[in-house]
């Protein structure tokens, strides 16, 4: 995971993309999965590829906490999930994967103030 996160950290994400498939293969508790999600999808962030974050943020694992505070707290989750979703979804993906999302809505977006 440090290698991961030392190349977010030095906006390498070419190399980001290719340790999370290699640790996918391998597998994980929750956490570790979650991080990988996250880092995935920091990746796609970067990449302009929204539609494909926004996915990705809203799979995160609650059980991540804040656990990869170095890469994005809860608060970051919640808010690149969000305004991700809002670019790229179309009304009824929207309703599905981020309104009726009670997971999502109770672990990140009830951490971000009004």
């Avoid at 190349?7 to 994400?13: G, P, R």
């Avoid at 293969?25 to 570790?32: E, T």
């Avoid at 990705?56 to 919640?78: C, H, M, R, W, Y």
């Avoid at 977006?109 to 009004?114: A, K, M």
């Amino acid at each position: 995971m440090n290698v991961i996160s030392v190349s977010i950290d030095l906006k390498q994400f070419f190399n980001v993309n290719n340790f999370v498939s290699k640790v996918t293969d391998v597998g994980g508790d929750d956490a570790v999965l979650a991080k990988l999600k996250v880092a995935s999808a920091m990746a796609d962030l970067y990449d302009q590829q929204y539609h494909s974050a926004a996915t990705k943020f809203l799979e995160v694992n609650p059980i991540l906490g804040n656990q990869f505070n170095t890469v994005a707290s809860a608060e970051d989750i919640a808010i690149y999930a969000s305004i991700c979703a809002l670019a790229t979804f179309d009304r009824a993906e929207l309703r599905t994967r981020l309104v009726d999302n009670k997971s999502f809505i109770n672990s990140y977006l009830s951490l971000v103030p009004d």
